[in-house]
């Protein structure tokens, strides 16, 4: 007969173990969630943009960094990207000080991984911007979409923040 | 093996006698020993995060901003939950479990008398890394006790504080458990199998079992969380592919079952005490223990109705809406049994039978607001609103903390040796009783109306109830300064020595030994006819 305290030792051991598949379920988690979402047919960004596997929704955003006097506004909120086409967008910038503004825009992307399908041609984040007093400007950015698409992609968003660069 | 020789071969460690001053307490293996340290660390915790609470309701007396900035507002309500759950009422279980369970099972000490004591000291720097966390640039962590990305991706190193510190509590949790359920399983007194153990031991194991398959996977959820904001994983991230949904999937796994690591163990007080101040067995005793049973395994799986307000397809919300709603069946077993213990016994009403009742009344409270919001259409109205604060401190300060009050008198006399003032105890308890009503009622009424929780100002119309209950928050505060100095009294001399069993009607274990309880008990199991005894408790001999 083995002793109490060999006993405990067991016990304790396998509690231990226990602990330890439930610290790696918590990572198993994460696969399991999106298996689930997929199998279930609840992954809904997904699901609104079923219409053409080749096909990849942009969403534009935009931004302007406090104490900047200025607007930016897209002019086309959503564009469908057809694989391997180009995707040509508008922006209306104003300035709503009576003082010139020199701005920037910095540019980003979500999810991160789009970047590499979406190769801006022209981007008026590309240079400084120098707006006069009340001025407003349309500025446009230009994007070759990759030949290929991964199917599991079906949206991705492109965000612009309007800084100010110290004069 | 015979039991005797049992306990003598395997405690070595029960032949030493404590060591003085500082030493006793840093070394401590002792049960008794690190259940006191866990006690007074708890309370220490209680204060600091009713202190917090205050802060809260100093600033919610009135509309506008008079105290703190929103910043520091929302790391007072973060710090305050978790420094409650994590700081005072689990550590406040665990103490009471390593003081109790050896005694009332009949156990020289827990089973592992050194990792006890390394289940104890994880706690203080657990607790100072959170403190130590207000005072780091940026603050202590703000994203309220849930820790929900994307703000706890963003928020600055008081988050990672927290991080760490939730990883130290929940190792010293998971360790606690081990002890606990080692010690249950293990080394219980000859004669006494499973169902015939007192109804607090069986919660106890049961809750142990909680923990250890749950706070694991919150610790797995706060290391991704600190892996996205520092290694570039994409976890919860949106940005990178990850999605912050899935963390509430995650942490409310944890969550729903850590309501019940805090109900249970009082549930289990409350059992051990109606019945002994009713002096009648405990009135359905097997089925309490199923239910136990049964809220633990339901507990895992009604987790998504904390988030029915994130877009759930109907069938999952009405899958969890209707587990949730069963939930109800089991607990109400409970609260009809100890209806039931009461019914035509021969009740007195000392200061631990009072709190005792006053849980059960105020958890049902607790429990129907529960029920109410585990219907998701309403919850989809009442979702983070005043009526969710109120809801959970019913549970949890009426629930838990009550509960607590109870076993602290109840067990007073024979941790202290000496009885506490029974004016000062029921003058304790009507005080807490009154002003914990007067805060959290009107929550109720703020919830329905409409006001969000976890905002430092409000609308006008709001006035009036945040103004009560802010006037019966302070108030409630005072009444446990005055716990403490009914307790410190009672340590001094009290109101002369307790008899070993000072409650008529105690059967149970610990109400053998001597008051104080001797440093080493039962290094010579009970025999037969002392367990026997202690069983009537149960009405299962």
Redesign the interface.
């Given at each position: 007969?083995t002793?109490?305290?060999q006993?405990?030792q067991k016990?304790?051991i396998k509690?231990?173990v226990?602990?330890?598949l439930?610290?790696?379920?918590?990572?198993a988690?994460?696969p399991l969630?999106v298996a689930f979402c997929k199998a279930?047919g609840?992954d809904?960004a997904q699901a609104s943009i079923t219409q053409s596997s080749a096909a990849l929704r942009l969403e534009f955003d935009t931004n302007v960094a406090s104490g900047v006097a200025a607007t930016i506004q897209a002019l086309d909120t959503v564009q469908m990207a057809q694989a391997g086409g180009i995707v040509k967008t508008r922006f209306l910038l104003a300035n709503t000080s009576d003082q010139p503004l020199k701005l920037r825009a910095i540019p980003?992307?979500?999810?991160?991984?789009a970047a590499g399908l979406l190769q801006k041609l022209e981007c008026f984040c590309f240079d400084e911007l120098v707006l006069q007093a009340n001025e407003r400007r349309e500025v446009t950015v230009v994007l070759l979409v990759a030949d290929q698409l991964p199917a599991e992609m079906g949206a991705a968003t492109l965000s612009y923040s309007l800084q100010a660069v110290a004069q | 093996m015979s039991s005797d020789t049992l306990h003598h071969t395997d405690h070595g460690l029960a032949t030493h006698h404590p060591q003085g001053g500082w030493q006793r307490w840093l070394y401590a293996t002792n049960h008794k020993d690190i259940g006191t340290l866990y006690l007074w660390f708890a309370f220490v915790m209680f204060i600091t995060g009713g202190v917090m609470a205050l802060g809260i309701r100093a600033e919610l007396f009135q509309p506008g901003l008079q105290y703190w900035q929103p910043e520091f507002f929302n790391q007072l309500t973060t710090l305050h939950g978790i420094i409650m759950v994590f700081g005072a009422i689990m550590p406040a279980f665990t103490g009471l479990a390593n003081w109790m369970l050896p005694l009332m099972i009949g156990a020289p000490d827990m089973a592992f008398a050194r990792m006890n004591n390394w289940s104890f000291w994880l706690l203080p720097p657990a607790a100072a890394l959170l403190i130590i966390s207000l005072f780091v640039p940026g603050g202590a962590a703000g994203g309220g006790w849930t820790l929900y990305p994307p703000l706890s991706i963003q928020s600055g190193m008081g988050m990672d504080l927290a991080i760490f510190s939730i990883h130290l509590l929940g190792l010293s949790s998971i360790m606690g458990s081990i002890n606990i359920i080692t010690t249950v399983l293990n080394m219980r007194a000859p004669g006494m199998t499973l169902l015939k153990m007192p109804l607090f031991a069986w919660t106890s194991l049961v809750t142990a079992y909680l923990l250890i398959a749950v706070a694991p996977v919150l610790a797995g959820a706060v290391t991704m969380l600190l892996t996205d904001r520092h290694f570039d994983t994409h976890f919860f991230k949106a940005a990178g592919g990850g999605d912050p949904v899935l963390f509430q999937h995650i942490f409310w796994f944890f969550g729903h079952p850590e309501v019940y690591i805090m109900a249970l163990p009082a549930f289990g007080i409350v059992s051990q005490i109606i019945p002994v101040f009713s002096r009648k067995p405990l009135f359905g005793y097997v089925s309490m223990v199923y239910a136990t049973c049964s809220i633990a395994i339901l507990s895992f799986m009604v987790w998504g109705h904390h988030m029915f307000a994130v877009g759930m397809p109907a069938t999952a919300q009405l899958f969890f809406m209707f587990l949730t709603m069963l939930i109800a069946v089991p607990t109400g077993v409970k609260v009809f049994n100890w209806i039931a213990t009461m019914w035509q016994g021969s009740l007195t009403f000392e200061t631990p039978m009072l709190f005792a009742i006053g849980f059960v009344c105020l958890f049902t409270v607790g429990g129907f607001s529960g029920l109410i919001l585990s219907i998701a259409p309403v919850d989809t109205q009442m979702h983070d609103t005043y009526y969710v604060v109120a809801h959970f401190h019913y549970v949890l300060v009426a629930g838990a903390l009550f509960s607590l009050f109870a076993a602290v008198y109840y067990w007073l006399p024979k941790w202290t040796g000496y009885m506490y003032h029974e004016g000062r105890g029921k003058f304790h308890f009507w005080w807490s009783m009154i002003w914990f009503n007067v805060t959290f009622f009107p929550m109720h009424f703020l919830g329905l109306a409409g006001m969000p929780r976890r905002i430092p100002d409000y609308a006008l119309q709001f006035t009036d109830f945040n103004a009560i209950a802010s006037v019966g928050a302070f108030c409630f505060g005072l009444g446990q300064i005055f716990f403490f100095f009914n307790v410190i009294h009672t340590i001094r001399g009290g109101v002369g020595p307790a008899p070993s069993s000072p409650w008529e009607g105690g059967n149970t274990l610990e109400w053998e030994v001597p008051s104080p309880a001797p440093h080493h008990t039962w290094e010579t199991p009970p025999d037969l006819a002392t367990v026997q005894r202690g069983l009537r408790a149960q009405a299962v001999e």
């Open positions: 007969m002793s109490l305290a006993r405990n016990m304790a509690l231990a226990i602990a330890l439930m610290f790696g379920f918590g990572y988690l994460s969630y279930l609840i809904q980003s992307f979500a999810p991160v991984r | -």
